[in-house]
Structures are given as C-alpha cells and as structure tokens.
C-alpha cells in the first residue's frame, strides 16, 4: 500500500508542476493572469485533498445523496437563463458571487455519481446480478445526470460519465448481458444526436477526412498535430513553442499537451502518459486493498475517471479520436476541474489510509467468509 500511495503522489505531484509550468509557458503572450487564477485553484484543491485525506471517507456514504441532489440542482441551475454562464454556445459555467471565479457544475457531478453509483453498488451488492436492481434501478439516478450534462451540451462529459458509471457497475457485479442493451442503446441515439447536429457532424467528418479539412473545422486538430510534429525528441525549449502564438486555439487548457509536445518533445508526453497509467494503476491497487464494497468501487470509479479523461484528452489531441472538449487532469486550464481533481486524490488517499492489510499469520485464523480488522496506516 505504501508503494501505491507514494507512486499516486509522486505521479499527481509532477503532473500537477508540469502544469502549472506549461501554463505560465503557454500564457506568455496572453492577457490576464490565468497562471495566477490556476494558482489560487491549485491551492484551494490541494487543501481540498488535505482535508479528505484525514476525513474518513465512509462519511460519503452517509452524505451520498445530499451531495448527489446538490449536483443535480447545480447542473439545473446552470440551464437557467440569466443564472448559468454562456460562453461559446453552452452553458456550462456558474459564477460565484462577489468573485472573479467561475465554477463547473458537471465537475462536482461526476464525483456526486461516483458516489452514488459506489452507495448503490455497495448497498445492493448481493442484487446486482439481477436486471431489476443491476440496471433499471442504477438508471433512474444516472441517466438524469447525463442528460443534464447532455444538454449543456457537453457530449464529451456526457461520454465520459457513462463508461464510468457503467464501469462501476460491472465491477459491483452487473453481468455484460444486461451492460449490453443500453450500451448498444445509447450507442445508437448518441450517432443520431450527431447525425442531426451540424456541427458535430462537422467535426466527425473533419476526424475522419483530416487532409480535407485541416484548413477550416479540422483546424485545431491539424494545428495540434504539428505542435507535437514539431517538437521532435526533445523539443524546441521550454517557451519555444510557435504555436501558442495565435495558431493553436485554446492551446492552454483543452491542447495544452501539444505545446508540452511542441517544447519539450515526445519524451515528455510519453512520461505524462507512463505518469497517468501508474496513477490508474495505483489507484485501482488502493481500491482493490480497501477495506469495504464501497472503497472499492469509489476508489476504482475516480481511478477510472482521471484514466479515462486523459485518455480522452491525449486521443483527441493526437487524432486518435474526434474533438471532445475534455480538460487533461491536472495540466489544462481549468480551475474548476483541478480543485475537482485534487479532492479525488484525496479520497483515493484516505481510502488507502483506511485500507486492510493482511498478514499471514492473520490470514490463516480468518473465518470463512469474515472480512479481516482493518490495520491503518
């Protein structure tokens, strides 16, 4: 455990310092103080993550719900006119008052389902196997949720918080046959969403037929490909990048691994990507050794969350997958999602701290069946 724990420190402390450096790299040529912005983020999540740390994280349990419904009334509010910020077409943002600082509700939302997701699983463990229990029953809290970040829109989001969910779901126990049907199910509205979507149909097509598109909605993605072609091994230097001067549109918070790419080459990207693999793996090791269902599938649900939406990020960043919208965990711009993140590491940390360790000797005098005492660390 304590090998796991230093890993997942070590790997979300580099990140993180990546970050802030790449971003004061990337912000040169701007206006404003966006560093100084993340910086106060950074410092307020990474109390955030102090304060989880030492709370043990069973209290979730207990506040599953409240947390979840306060979530769901946050996303809502942002659909408001007058109430929910508007910026590029989607309302996303809410405004803290008598502040220069604007939240996300969808990043306080995907831990609220975590949560809830990891309270049913645990509550309903021995049902979950059913169809009843293991799918109808889980759909009438997640799907709400989705549709709420759906309709903001944020597609990526919306993505993002299935697999998740469903991940958590099939290792609570739910059998692939029922996992299924409502994938295959959202599968198909998801491409008659985009089929009808002019935009987004734009940037599938774009994804697809690159060379033909590189020029106008295919932009970004091309302007992206050629930080990371550019940089080369080890880079142009750091503050080099080319890029970040007007070509590359928000190259300091959804693309900011191509300028890592563009000024410290491809050995720095593929160290972030060994970086987010050994924090997945950390992470699903400290949830494995927990102490209870619902350690488990909390740790694992947050493990996967920060997985997937890097792998997101850097797919998109790379072409390997259509523009998403998705922040890379800890590097991009982004206050709301850092201070999301960093809590995140701090219940993976206090689930670690509180997780069971067995002896051998202990092992051998265990009842069948019993959970062992918990030994803290």
Not at 56 to 75: C, E, I, M, S, T
Request: charged share 15%; hydrophobic share 50%.
């Amino acid at each position: 455990m304590k090998l796991a724990t230093s890993t997942l420190l070590f790997c979300v402390a580099a990140l993180l310092a990546l970050g802030l450096v790449m971003l004061y790299s990337s912000s040169m040529g701007d206006k404003g103080t966006p560093l100084t912005t993340q910086l106060m983020w950074c410092m307020m999540g990474l109390a955030g993550c102090l304060v989880m740390v030492n709370v043990d994280y069973r209290l979730l349990r207990k506040f599953a719900w409240p947390l979840f419904g306060f979530a769901v009334l946050l996303l809502g509010l942002v659909l408001v006119p007058h109430v929910g910020m508007k910026i590029n077409g989607a309302r996303r943002w809410l405004k803290v008052p008598h502040t220069g600082f604007a939240f996300q509700p969808s990043e306080l939302a995907k831990l609220a389902l975590i949560v809830a997701v990891a309270w049913y699983g645990d509550r309903y463990l021995r049902k979950m196997p059913t169809l009843q229990k293991g799918i109808l029953y889980p759909g009438i809290f997640i799907i709400p949720v989705l549709g709420l970040v759906f309709i903001e829109p944020d597609v990526g989001t919306t993505i993002l918080l299935a697999a998740v969910a469903g991940t958590m779901l099939l290792i609570a126990g739910v059998r692939w046959k029922y996992i299924l049907p409502p994938l295959l199910a959202g599968t198909v509205l998801m491409g008659a969403f985009l089929w009808h979507n002019p935009m987004r149909a734009k940037r599938i097509f774009a994804w697809l037929h690159a060379d033909e598109h590189k020029m106008d909605i295919g932009y970004q993605a091309n302007q992206a490909l050629l930080a990371l072609g550019s940089g080369g091994w080890t880079g142009l230097g750091l503050g080099n990048s080319r890029q970040k001067l007007g070509f590359l549109p928000e190259h300091d918070s959804d693309f900011i691994f191509s300028i890592i790419g563009e000024e410290l080459g491809l050995v720095a990207t593929l160290l972030v990507v060994v970086a987010f693999v050994l924090l997945v793996i950390s992470g699903i090791y400290i949830a494995y050794h927990s102490r209870d269902t619902f350690g488990l599938l909390l740790g694992s649900g947050i493990s996967f969350l920060i997985g997937m939406q890097a792998f997101i990020n850097i797919g998109v960043v790379t072409s390997a997958l259509p523009n998403k919208g998705l922040p890379l965990p800890f590097i991009s711009r982004g206050g709301s999602s850092l201070f999301m993140m960093l809590v995140c590491v701090g219940i993976l940390l206090s689930i670690a701290r509180r997780g069971r360790v067995v002896s051998p000797e202990s092992a051998d005098e265990l009842e069948p069946g019993r959970v062992p005492s918990p030994q803290f660390s």
